[in-house]
């Protein structure tokens, strides 16, 4: 159970609470990079095939473009600026070219309806990196397919209430369970922080040894919860 990702607190979306340091930005990856800690991003599919890094589907909220970030194609998104930014949004591939190995990289893969091809191009990004990485998701099917493209990397199956996430009741029901867990056989499960004391995360990390992940801990109060019930903590604002 004590692999890199349960050894070390992991940075959600990069080292972006400080004042005009933006989630997923070139600024929160290289604070992370600095501090030394694992850092974990998300990714999507650019309109011409290239992986980017930015959570939400919408640019709304980080920019001034009220679009779909998978509408737009690399080059512009590299001149699209959240809004403390100095820089456009990263790509996969450059934040690869940047860290070189010297800390972790906790990759969420964003599957949505748009986004075939998404995995393969991850995996065809990372094929030659030499550092260490995981790929986490909270679509079962992104996680078959790597496994099928042969990426040999630790993967990661994420869960939790997931009431906000406009799901149907019976998939949410479906993902919070973990009942394709036993199938997918990951090497750890991310589940949210306040959720990770129910039967369904701890079932899978007693009878099946699955090392769990908390996530997003916030505070001192969520970080010694966690110290009893999970083996690692994604993590903001605490350290």
């Known amino acids: 159970m004590h692999q890199w990702y349960t050894q070390r607190p992991i940075a959600h979306r990069g080292y972006h609470w400080r004042e005009k340091v933006d989630e997923n930005s070139w600024e929160a ?10 850092v974990e991003f998300d990714i999507h599919l650019s309109r011409d095939g ?14 001034n473009r009220d679009e779909l970030g998978t509408s737009l194609k690399a080059r512009e998104l590299r001149k699209t600026h959240t809004h403390h930014s100095e820089r456009g949004i990263p790509l996969l591939e450059e934040v690869l070219d940047f860290v070189q190995g010297r800390v972790p990289l906790v990759i969420e893969l964003k599957h949505t309806e748009n986004s075939k091809g998404l995995e393969q191009a991850t995996f065809h990004c990372l094929k ?30 994420l869960s939790g209430d997931l009431s906000q996430a406009g799901l149907s009741p019976f998939t949410r029901v479906f993902i919070k369970s973990l009942c394709l867990a036993p199938y997918i056989k990951p090497d750890y499960i991310g589940y949210q ?13 007693e009878r099946y040894s699955i090392p769990l992940l908390a996530w997003t801990v916030r505070d001192e109060r969520a970080r010694r919860f966690c ?11 605490i350290f």
């Open 128 to 157: 030659h990196y030499g550092g260490e990485y995981s790929l986490q998701s909270f679509h079962p099917q992104s996680l078959l397919k790597l496994k099928e493209l042969g990426s040999e990397a630790p993967m990661g199956m």
């Open 50 to 63: 290239v992986p980017f890094i930015h959570h939400d589907h919408s640019l709304k909220r980080m920019t």
């Open 193 to 205: 922080w306040d959720c990770i004391s129910l039967r369904a995360p701890q079932e899978m990390r």
């Open 227 to 237: 110290e009893k019930w999970a083996d690692g903590i994604i993590f903001e604002n």
């Open 29 to 38: 990856i290289e604070l992370a990079v600095e501090k030394g800690f694992a």
